[in-house]
């Protein structure tokens, strides 16, 4: 299996949440990625606070980090017709 091909089984896992990013959760109940989860991409999420837990989840889940911890482009995921 190509790094392309695990990639994109890893986007579609995390996206129907079969599987899920590396991280942990703060006494607050906010969830901070893993220093191997973490891309150069996170750096443009907001900081998670009590009112918006998720935003690192929830971006740990898109195709541009998925594509980023892979080492792929995210315009790969696209299929060809």
């Known amino acids: 299996m190509t790094k392309l091909q695990e990639a994109f089984q890893q986007y579609i896992a995390r996206r129907d ?19 191997s989860e973490s891309q150069s991409c996170c750096r443009a999420i907001r900081q998670p606070s009590r009112a918006w837990p998720w935003s690192y989840m929830t971006h740990c889940r898109t195709k541009a980090h998925v594509a980023n911890l892979y080492g792929v482009d995210p315009a790969d995921f696209r299929i060809k017709r």
């Open 17 to 35: 949440r079969l599987a899920h990013p590396d991280g942990n959760f703060d006494k607050g109940g906010r969830w901070y990625p893993s220093r």
